[in-house]
């Protein structure tokens, strides 16, 4: 669990080249005390946005993924993430910027709801969901610093 204490605090977590696409959702209250992730789809529905607890540090870290366009044609396809399948309206390409040249995409839920997936797969198995759901938030942070060599700042 991790505690964002202000707007300000959320906005330092996404790197300024994604600050200037980031639209909060309605309604935010402040502190937020997130369990695992936080993630949220903007009302046009073309950006979802990520923020993930912190890795080394006090600082959470936000991503601002793009949809790219999907042929939403038939078949199913596998989140990176979650590993639940799903028709390609559910599951699909989600990009984010590297740096001015560079874009990297991942096949994900393209909500990022892999979490109530992965609890509903815990439940109908009795197992425990932290047992799905943490290495799903290790699968995200590794895609935060491979990819996008996003460190986190260490603790002074």
Same mark, same amino acid.
């Given at each position: 669990?991790?505690?964002?204490?202000?707007?300000?605090?959320?906005?330092?977590?996404?790197? %300024?080249?994604?600050?200037?696409?980031?639209?909060?959702?309605? $309604?935010?209250?402040?502190?937020?005390? /997130?369990?695992? +992730?936080?993630?949220?789809?903007?009302?046009?529905?073309?950006? /979802?946005?990520? /923020?993930?607890?912190?890795?080394?540090?006090?600082?959470?870290?936000?991503?601002?993924?793009?949809?790219?366009?999907? $042929? $939403?044609?038939?078949?199913?396809?596998?989140?990176?993430?979650?590993?639940? +399948?799903?028709?390609?309206?559910?599951? $699909?390409?989600?990009?984010?910027?590297?740096?001015?040249?560079?874009?990297?995409?991942?096949?994900?839920?393209?909500?990022?709801?892999?979490?109530?997936?992965?609890?509903? /797969?815990?439940?109908?198995?009795?197992?425990? %969901?932290?047992?799905?759901?943490?290495?799903?938030?290790?699968?995200?942070?590794?895609?935060?610093?491979?990819?996008?060599?996003?460190?986190?700042?260490?603790?002074?």
């Amino acid at each position: 669990m991790f505690r964002i204490e202000t707007e300000k605090d959320l906005l330092q977590a996404f790197r %300024p080249r994604d600050r200037k696409t980031l639209e909060l959702p309605a $309604g935010l209250k402040f502190p937020l005390f /997130v369990r695992d +992730y936080l993630a949220w789809t903007e009302p046009a529905g073309t950006r /979802v946005f990520l /923020v993930i607890p912190p890795q080394g540090s006090r600082l959470p870290v936000g991503i601002a993924f793009r949809r790219d366009s999907q $042929g $939403g044609g038939p078949g199913s396809c596998m989140c990176d993430w979650c590993h639940s +399948y799903g028709s390609a309206d559910e599951i $699909g390409l989600l990009t984010t910027d590297v740096n001015s040249k560079r874009r990297v995409g991942v096949s994900l839920c393209l909500d990022l709801r892999c979490k109530e997936k992965l609890e509903t /797969v815990a439940d109908r198995s009795g197992r425990h %969901p932290l047992e799905f759901v943490k290495p799903l938030v290790e699968r995200m942070s590794r895609f935060a610093r491979e990819a996008l060599r996003i460190e986190t700042v260490p603790e002074n």
